[in-house]
T-cell receptor
């Protein structure tokens, strides 16, 4: 079973709709992240959370909100989707205490299209 | 302002030869660097990392070199294999922040 899962994997929606992307992890990591990937722009950090009570804005948080419902769950919401939010979204986890390389573990991604 | 840059969007290499992927950064506070590999329809996976106290780290066919004065790192893959064909991202962080800045990625194609 995958350690970091994302639902849905693909979603097409219309401008103005509210969308929620969900991320769950079984790694037991405290730190969770949301990124978006756009062609030519790489991965950009949207929000990150170091525990259930800690939420931090990343580079591009405008138009997004998050909820850390439990250690294992971190949801990303688009309150009113717009076409330039069309992108590939990745959730990631990390726990520096668990490994020496400070690496992040990524989910498989959600492809979101806003028409 | 792109703090981590990968100036080559794509690279093609013959199987068995060396692949060299480059990454430049501007923030002198970065002290830990990572490389990730990404296949289509999958999330990035960690490949290799290096701390700023080192100038080289090796793991099998993969070696990362860090030149702090030039704010430049490179990933060497020797010998390159067709299965190495993927998009490679470099990432940088400042110790203790656990916040990572990624480059734009380089698509490597290893030709059989």
């Amino acid at each position: 079973d995958a350690d970091v899962t994302q639902t849905p994997r693909n979603r097409i929606t219309k401008t103005g709709k509210r969308i929620m992307l969900e991320c769950s992890q079984t790694k037991g990591h405290d730190r969770m992240y949301w990124y978006r990937q756009d062609p030519g722009l790489g991965l950009r950090l949207i929000y990150y959370s170091f525990d259930v009570k800690d939420i931090n804005k990343g580079e591009i948080s405008d138009g997004y909100s998050v909820s850390r419902q439990a250690q294992a769950k971190f949801s990303l919401s688009l309150e009113s989707a717009i076409p330039n939010q069309t992108a590939l979204y990745f959730c990631a986890t990390s726990d520096p205490l668990a490994g020496q390389d400070n690496e992040q573990f990524f989910g498989p991604g959600t492809r979101l299209t806003v028409l | 302002d792109q703090q981590v840059k990968q100036n080559s969007p794509s690279l093609s290499v013959q199987e068995g030869r060396i692949s060299i992927l480059n990454c430049d950064y501007t923030n002198s506070m970065f002290d830990y660097f990572l490389w990730y590999k990404k296949y289509p329809a999958e999330g990035p996976t960690f490949l290799i990392s290096i701390s700023s106290i080192k100038d080289k780290n090796e793991d099998g066919r993969f070696t990362v070199f860090l030149n702090k004065s030039a704010k430049h790192l490179s990933l060497h893959i020797v010998p390159s294999q067709p299965g190495d064909s993927a998009v490679y991202f470099c990432a940088a962080t400042t110790s203790g922040t656990y916040k990572y800045i990624f480059g734009t990625g380089t698509r490597l194609k290893v030709l059989a």
